[in-house]
Structure formats: structure tokens, C-alpha cells
């Protein structure tokens, strides 16, 4: 039976070394004196040799006479058997009789063993502890203390030296990343804990929100919570202070490999599971370490160690510049982006060395834009329909959950298995999906903005303003004009008037709230709604901001900075009497705008009229007078045909359904100017996730003022 038979044997208290011992013992002997010493025969393995054999647990004299059971080499058996130090790699039916050996031994020596737990061996395991590095001071760029995240490589991808209770030798302990299953990552449900203390609440510092592999290196994103421990753990992080995180594997699978004398050698895991990761005072394996991030580089260790694919990264740049298979063999050996960014350039050079060129530009999109943007094209197809942009073709299949699991993908997380809300509330915490549907509701706000700007715009001219304060306006004069100068006489000194007028910006807006059930529902549509329905209130406002202006006072306009109203008889552009829209008003009307004089009241500055504004009430015969006819006498000539365009605006109905303007070009003469905040024409859009609620909240905000400036360039009849 593979398993040896239980006996009885004095025991030691002595500190034990698995590999001393075995060198004691002599080559070339029968089954029955190795038995003295193992707990475990290889039936399928000579029984002469020491290779046949594990879970050595008695201590050897030097004469090579196996004595004492060694206590503390029976709980290491028991350990392994219980899937410590990588598990016992013997048949399950065996793993009793091994157990009930080594447990029999610790009776003996007055303790009581610790428990079996189910399964082991290939195909059954238990939890391996592997202690990983965080870094210092230096390697703390990964922290984001807003969120309370940090990233750390769980595994570097290198082999680990273990110690093997069993053969009391060292192997490397390899994990094959197809085999690893992250699905208590992707579920939300890996602890964070405090050095590996699972006895209550409090030393859960927080859990384990993302995993990504990285060549042959798995990241972990690490969350903490608000307890006072994991309060200290932030704190020492952004500070600088090393801590070192340890991870909870349970093994199942693996292969084993011999080395010299049959010895383990390398054991690499085939199929694993992490069960948890641990904040604990002393790091082990230098190659798992926090992440610094350097120009697109991921720094695993104080050496600089990194996980870099040379090749792929040669490959994406050599086909954005168009560089051929022979840069990529160049730069496959590269050990940073930079450096492959370097040979890139240098091979640039080269090239053009050889077939000089005026120039050559080459422009590198990031390829994180490339899919935000993509996914923002085929989420706006979804509501507008026609032929999509080649950018959003591989979107074009997505519900608002599919984009919300696609921006999860773009940053390395496993969701396998994991609900469409889960998946949801996992993106609106991230920057990429609140982003990109903002970027849809922009483009819908603009579309809807831009496409009937409002009417008194046209009169207006449009300019910025810095800030909120109070924007004054400065008018020069034209001069007194030019005088004749008499021959040896000086020229004669003119003077230029100036006249200031002022008004402010403001700021008019709104919200609008996306919940997580709307997203999880796929309510593209209510979000299209909201932004198309706030660009036309954008429009609706300016229009209403205008009108009212000019309509202000009963009619009369503004009281300028003379102390006189917009339209007022001392100003000239007035109406004596109204009158319906005719050719004949109308030619009253541009003479008078064409006699305005400057403000020195001498220099003539000949307004000539652009627009005809009425109300929609007079729009047909406003339209009527400005339409080009071919008329069949002289006298029926429209002189104002072509000269002046029509337009009419709802809002100036609330005022009169009957007034009606001339208004000159506001490149020339400008009486209105309409201003945006600098930096912020039109509509914006910001967007803010809501934790207590779950909802993406958007908002439309409108910075604008207008005020009049001058009032040559307008004229008012009250019409009829």
C-alpha cells in the first residue's frame, strides 16, 4: 500500500530540515528501511531508491539510522497534504493513510493534530499563500486616492523558489495564466484583507475590483474601504511607506517535473483560483510589486523589471508609420516603449536618408480615442440611422450594457459571468462610459443647437467675454473730418467722441439624471431626448434673450448710455407714424439709416440696411417686399429685391404683431452684441456620477449676455 503502515517511534521537539536528514540516509537499501523514514511510497517506483518516496518526517543519525519521529516535520507533512506549499501531488485515495501516519506520530509526542481537509493532489487542492511585494515611495503613481485604488501585480510571471517539505529541496513554482479562474475577482467578492485575517469584519480593508494580465504578469485593482486600517494603508501608500500585499490561491491542477535524483524541480500550475489578497508587513517575492506607470511603461520592481511585449508594441507602430516587417525584427528586442518609439524615429531617419523627402509628419492617435470615439459614432448611429462611420462598425451590435462591459474590457477586466447590472454599476465608476455617452448627448445637443440658430442672432455681432464681470463696450467716433490745409500752414488738430455701453454674462441651465436601471434597460432614447430637447431650449432662450432687448421699454428698445431709448426720435431711428411694409416705408426707413451720422454728429456713416426683421405675423409681406420679381413695367421694379433679407421671429409677437426693422450689417454697424464665455460657445455638457443614488447625472450649461451697443444700425417702424 503506497501509503506506509502507521508505527510507533519515540519523537523530537528539534527544529527540522527535510533536506539534511535525507542526506543521511544510505543509497541501496530495501523498502523496509525507507519506510522508517517516509510516510509515502511510489508503487509504480523501484523501492530501493530515496526518489520513490515523500513526506519525510524522522530524524536520520549520521550513520545513515533512521530514529525519532520530528513533530515539527510531521505538521509540515499534514500541511502539504492540506495544500500548503503547493499541495501533495499523490493519489486522493492515498492522502488518509498518509495523514493518519503523520498524525499518529504528533499523538504520540502529546499534541493534537490538525484536521484533513478535503482534497488535494493533481486535480485537488488547497490554498497557497504567496506573499508579493508592494513598492515605495518611488512606486506609488498607480494610487489614486480620490477613488481609494491602487494596482498591484499579483503574479510577475516569473517562476517562484519554493521549499519542498516533502523532498527538503527548492523548486520554482510556475502558474500557467489559461488555467487561473478570477471569477470572485469579477464577482466583487475577493477580500482585501488584513495579513490574512478572515475572523471578523474589521480585517476586511476592502476587496479586489479588477484583474488583467499584462504578458505573463496579472494585475490586481485594489479598492479600499473606509475603515480606520485601510484608512493607515492609504495614507502609508500615498506617502510612500512599503507595505507588500499576499494572495490567497487555491491550486487545483498542476505538472510536476523531476530534476536531479528525482527530486521536484518545477511545478507548474495548470488550474488555480484566487480566493483572496492580504495587506501584510513583510514582502517576499521582489518581482510583485505596486505599479508605477513611466511613459506607457509598467515597472514590477525595484530593478525596473518590466512587462513588456517588445514585439506587439513594434508591430502597432511600425503600421501606424508604415514601417515594414524589417523595423519590427529591429525592435523586437526593445525594453520600453520609448526605446521602440526611438528606434521608430531613428528608422525614420534612415529612410529619408536614403530618399530625401521636404518633410515627412507622422501622427500617432492614441488607440484608446480611436474606440472611445468608435463607440460614441455607433451609439449616435443607433438614434440617427444612415450609413455609420467605418470607426463604429464593431460597435454597431451594442445595447448600452454591451458598451458599458466593452469600456470595462478596454481596461483589462475579467466579467465573465457577471450580470448586465453588475456590469453597469462597475462602469459608471470609471471615466471611459460616462464619458462616451456625454459625448453622445453633445453631439445630439449641438446637431439640435445648430439647426435653427436663433433669428435675432443675424443682427447681432458675436463676440466673447473673459469673465462674468460687468463688459463695457468702447465706441470711437469717426473724427470731426478731414479740413484743408493751407500751403506752409500746420495741420489742424480733429477730436474723435467715444461712447461706452455695457452688459454681462450669465449663466442658464439644467440637469438631467440617468439612472443605472434606464442603462441596465437600454433607454438610449431617453438620454437623446433630454439633449435634444435641451439644445432647442438653448436656441428658444437665446431667441427669447434677444427679443426681449429689442422689444425692452414698451417697444422703445434699451435706455442707452446717452439716457435715451434704442429707438427714439433724438437718435433718428424712429418712425414718425407706422406703417405697413411697403416699398415705400421701407425706402423712409433705409434713408434714414443711411443719414445716421457719427458721434460727433458731423461725419456721415451711411448704415446701409441688410436685414428686414418683422414679426411672423407681417413674415408674407416682409418676404413679399425682399422677393425678386421680373416686372413688366418700369414702375413696378422692386428696388429692394436681393438687397435685403427677410426675417422674422415668433417672439417679437408677444411685443407686437405689427413693428417692424431695418437693420444694418453688424460687421459694419453693430447695435446688439451677443457674447459667449470664453472658451465655452454654445452649450456644455459635464457629466457626474451620483455613488448615493447610481444615477449619471448631465448637465447643459449656457454662458451667454447680450446687451445694445450703439443704435445707428437699427431702425423701428410700429407698422400697421
Not at 508505527?7 to 527535510?18: E, I, L, N
Not at 510531521?74 to 486522493?92: F, H, K, M, T
Not at 478535503?118 to 515611495?137: C, F, K, M, N, Y
Request: charged letters at 20%; proline letters at 5%.
Amino acid at each position: 500500500m503506497p501509503a506506509i503502515s502507521v508505527h510507533h517511534t519515540a519523537t523530537s521537539d528539534a527544529a527540522w530540515d527535510a533536506g539534511v536528514n535525507e542526506k543521511r540516509l544510505r543509497s541501496g537499501e530495501d523498502g523496509a528501511y525507507y519506510a522508517r523514514m517516509y510516510a509515502w511510497r511510489d508503487p509504480g517506483a523501484d523501492e530501493t531508491t530515496k526518489a520513490a518516496y515523500k513526506f519525510p518526517h524522522h530524524e536520520v543519525s549520521e550513520g545513515g539510522d533512521p530514529g525519532a519521529a520530528n513533530l515539527a516535520g510531521c505538521s509540515a507533512g499534514i500541511a502539504v497534504l492540506n495544500g500548503g506549499r503547493g499541495g501533495a501531488n499523490i493519489p486522493d485515495g492515498d492522502r488518509a493513510g498518509v495523514y493518519n501516519h503523520l498524525a499518529a506520530h504528533l499523538r504520540d509526542g502529546g499534541k493534537e493534530p490538525p484536521e484533513l481537509m478535503r482534497g488535494s493532489g493533481s486535480g485537488q487542492g488547497g490554498a497557497e499563500r504567496l506573499r508579493l511585494a508592494v513598492a515605495g515611495a518611488s512606486r506609488t503613481k498607480s494610487l489614486n486616492r480620490a477613488e481609494r485604488t491602487f494596482r498591484a501585480v499579483a503574479l510577475s510571471g516569473q517562476p517562484i523558489p519554493r521549499y519542498d517539505a516533502l523532498s527538503g529541496g527548492e523548486f520554482l513554482l510556475k502558474f500557467d495564466p489559461a488555467g487561473a479562474n478570477l471569477a470572485r475577482i469579477e464577482a466583487g467578492t475577493a477580500p482585501l484583507l488584513n495579513a490574512h485575517s478572515d475572523a471578523d469584519l474589521a480585517s476586511k480593508l476592502g476587496y479586489v475590483a479588477g484583474a488583467e494580465w499584462k504578458g505573463p504578469a496579472l494585475i490586481v485593482e485594489c479598492k479600499l474601504g473606509t475603515s480606520p486600517a485601510a484608512e493607515q494603508v492609504l495614507n502609508d501608500l500615498a506617502a510612500g511607506i512599503p507595505a507588500a500585499i499576499s494572495l490567497g490561491v487555491l491550486l487545483r491542477e498542476w505538472q510536476d517535473s523531476p530534476g536531479a535524483e528525482g527530486r521536484l524541480a518545477e511545478r507548474l500550475v495548470t488550474s488555480w483560483e484566487i480566493y483572496e489578497a492580504s495587506i501584510v508587513p513583510v514582502p517576499a517575492d521582489a518581482s510583485a510589486v505596486t505599479l508605477s506607470f513611466e511613459r506607457g511603461n509598467m515597472t514590477l520592481s525595484s530593478e525596473n523589471q518590466t512587462v513588456f511585449d517588445a514585439r506587439a508594441a513594434a508591430t502597432e507602430i511600425g503600421a501606424r508609420l508604415g514601417l515594414g516587417a524589417d523595423f519590427v525584427e529591429r525592435a523586437s528586442t526593445a525594453k520600453s516603449a520609448a526605446e521602440v518609439r526611438g528606434l521608430a524615429q531613428n528608422y525614420l531617419v534612415e529612410r529619408y536618408n536614403q530618399a530625401p523627402t521636404r518633410s515627412q509628419v507622422a501622427v500617432l492617435h492614441d488607440e484608446g480615442d480611436t474606440r472611445r470615439e468608435g463607440l460614441t459614432l455607433a451609439l449616435t448611429h443607433r438614434l440617427r440611422g444612415g450609413e455609420p462611420d467605418e470607426r463604429a462598425k464593431p460597435y454597431l451590435h451594442l445595447r448600452l450594457p454591451d458598451a458599458a462591459r466593452e469600456c470595462l474590457r478596454w481596461r483589462g477586466s475579467h466579467l465573465a459571468g457577471m450580470s448586465d447590472a453588475r456590469v453597469v454599476n462597475l462602469a459608471m465608476s470609471t471615466s471611459d462610459f460616462p464619458n462616451i455617452l456625454a459625448n453622445v448627448g453633445n453631439k445630439t445637443l449641438l446637431e439640435a443647437y445648430q439647426a435653427t440658430p436663433a433669428v435675432l442672432k443675424a443682427i447681432c455681432r458675436i463676440t466673447t467675454a473673459a469673465d462674468f464681470k460687468e463688459k463695457r463696450v468702447l465706441r470711437f467716433g469717426e473724427g470731426s473730418g478731414l479740413q484743408q490745409k493751407a500751403e506752409g500752414a500746420s495741420y489742424v488738430y480733429g477730436s474723435i467722441a467715444e461712447q461706452s455701453s455695457s452688459y454681462s454674462i450669465r449663466t442658464y441651465g439644467r440637469i438631467f439624471a440617468m439612472t443605472r436601471e434606464m442603462i441596465v434597460n437600454d433607454d438610449l432614447g431617453a438620454l437623446d431626448q433630454f439633449f435634444r430637447a435641451a439644445g432647442r431650449l438653448a436656441v428658444e432662450f437665446e431667441g427669447r434673450m434677444l427679443a426681449d432687448l429689442l422689444t425692452a421699454n414698451g417697444g422703445l428698445g434699451p435706455i442707452m448710455s446717452d439716457g435715451v431709448a434704442l429707438f427714439h426720435a433724438n437718435h433718428g431711428n424712429l418712425a414718425t407714424s407706422g406703417g405697413a411694409i411697403s416699398v415705400s416705408t421701407l425706402d423712409v426707413a433705409r434713408a434714414a439709416l443711411r443719414r445716421q451720422k457719427g458721434l460727433d454728429g458731423a461725419v456721415i456713416i451711411d448704415a446701409t440696411p441688410r436685414y428686414l426683421v418683422a414679426p411672423v405675423s407681417k413674415q408674407a409681406a416682409a418676404e413679399q417686399v425682399t422677393a425678386a420679381i421680373t416686372p413688366a413695367q418700369p414702375a413696378d421694379v422692386n428696388p429692394f429685391a436681393g438687397r435685403l433679407t427677410a426675417l422674422a421671429d415668433p417672439h417679437l409677437d408677444d411685443a407686437s404683431t405689427t413693428a417692424w426693422y431695418l437693420a444694418a450689417d453688424p460687421a459694419n454697424v453693430p447695435v446688439f452684441e451677443f457674447a459667449y464665455l470664453e472658451g465655452a460657445q454654445g452649450p456644455q455638457t459635464e457629466q457626474q456620477t451620483d455613488f448615493d443614488t447610481d444615477t449619471l447625472k448631465f448637465k447643459v450649461r449656457l454662458d451667454v449676455g447680450a446687451g445694445a451697443v450703439d443704435w445707428r444700425g437699427i431702425y423701428r417702424n410700429p407698422g400697421a
